[in-house]
């Protein structure tokens, strides 16, 4: 099993920085790429960005690609996502998850172990 902490969000204007960080424990030589996706009220759970372990590949949504980037550091096991320029249209619960398949997923159904989430919430 991976245990995901996901840390950092918050309440900021629009236009504002954010940024998230998410610790892996336990199993973590099973993860082949780590993800973060949103979910905001009464819609669905949506990849942000993604990256494998090895750093090698990335992937952004269009709606957050020059804004957002998404980084990994392995000896502390850690993944981040630096948010820039942040929109109201950017709030909801992020939740960093785990991918063990080779491959760089973009769907929930890649992903096998998952944060408990973080509110961010971006005012107008």
């Known amino acids: 099993q991976v245990q995901l902490v996901d840390t950092g969000g918050g309440l900021v204007q629009a236009g504002g920085s954010l940024r998230l960080s998410c610790a892996a424990s336990?199993?973590?030589?099973?993860?082949?790429?780590m993800g973060w996706f949103r979910q905001a009220p009464g819609k669905e759970r949506d990849i942000v960005a993604a990256?494998?372990?090895?750093?090698?590949?990335?992937h952004y949504a269009d709606s957050v690609k020059g804004r957002f980037t998404i980084s990994r550091d392995n000896a502390k096991n850690t993944v981040y996502l630096q948010m820039n320029s942040l929109k109201p249209e950017d709030t909801a619960v992020y939740y960093c998850?785990?991918?063990?398949?080779?491959?760089?997923?973009?769907?929930?159904?890649?992903?096998?172990?998952w944060g408990q989430g973080t509110q961010d919430t971006v005012s107008s």
């Open positions: 990256i494998t372990w090895s750093g090698g590949s990335t």
């Open positions: 336990g199993r973590t030589f099973n993860i082949n790429a």
């Open positions: 998850a785990t991918q063990r398949n080779y491959g760089l997923g973009t769907t929930v159904s890649d992903y096998d172990y």
